[in-house]
């Protein structure tokens, strides 16, 4: 058939796929994918069998995109709301890990960096992690398989 693995991969395969079939190429004997079967996908669909597509065609995507900036719509999920800071121009809100990282974010007079030195005095409990800036975090966080620091300076992974 003459087919590369390249070829595979621009029909919108799966990189796995690409890969087998290569190897089916390179290791005829070894392999048992004769019976096989790869598809060739027209966009916008993709994946092992073109079972994929994405709601969305790339001018929707960018349509979508500018209105998003245009509305300046910017979610608040995770603002930590107790401090009036100010970050100039940016309609940013801050967020709690912000605070006391050592980098003033508020231009108001540095609000989010202010009192830190009393996280450094801070006792945890028996339950609890101490991190270098102070910061209490229970242990139980420390065993789970999370993606981000648990400690605001990321101490924990120095331990």
Not at 34 to 54: A, D, I, L, V
Not at 121 to 142: A, Q, S, W
């Amino acid at each position: 058939m003459n087919i590369t693995s390249h070829e595979i991969l621009l029909w919108s395969s799966s990189i796995d796929l690409a890969e087998q079939y290569q190897y089916n190429i390179d290791q005829p004997t070894q392999s048992n994918l004769s019976n096989e079967k790869f598809f060739k996908c027209t966009h916008p669909w993709f994946g092992t069998r073109c079972q994929y597509s994405f709601e969305f065609n790339e001018d929707k995507l960018v349509q979508n995109s500018f209105e998003t900036a245009l509305t300046d719509n910017i979610f608040n999920g995770t603002c930590y709301i107790l401090l009036e800071c100010d970050r100039d121009e940016s309609t940013m809100c801050l967020d709690w890990r912000e605070i006391c990282d050592g980098r003033i974010d508020c231009v108001n007079g540095g609000i989010d960096e202010i009192q830190c030195f009393n996280l450094e005095i801070n006792e945890c409990n028996t339950k609890e992690y101490r991190c270098h800036n102070g910061l209490c975090v229970p242990k139980m966080f420390l065993e789970m398989d999370f993606h981000e620091a648990q400690c605001l300076d990321r101490s924990e992974y120095l331990s």
